[in-house]
């Protein structure tokens, strides 16, 4: 991950943001998005038990591999839904 530093000002408007925030320049391109540290940690502690797997189970699943490569995906959607 990448680390900015902002400047004060710009860092009391971030901190006063309320939700997912565009970054934009001064000619209104936007050039990304913030999201408030309090934002994600109010997601994880409404989704913090609604797992049915445990810690254990879920790490096994991510050492397991298979799937389909996403390429393969792709190439279905595309037969499934041509232009």
Do not use: H
Request: glycine fraction near 10%; charged fraction near 25%.
């Amino acid at each position: 991950m990448s680390k900015i530093v902002v400047s004060d000002p710009l860092g009391e408007q971030m901190q006063a943001a309320d939700n997912v925030t565009e970054i934009c320049n001064e000619r209104g391109t936007i050039i990304g998005f913030f999201q408030p540290v309090w934002l994600n940690q109010e997601f994880q502690k409404q989704m913090a038990g609604r797992c049915p797997y445990t810690k254990e189970e879920l790490e096994s699943f991510r050492k397991e591999g298979g799937g389909t490569p996403l390429g393969d995906l792709f190439a279905r959607l595309e037969r499934e839904n041509p232009a």
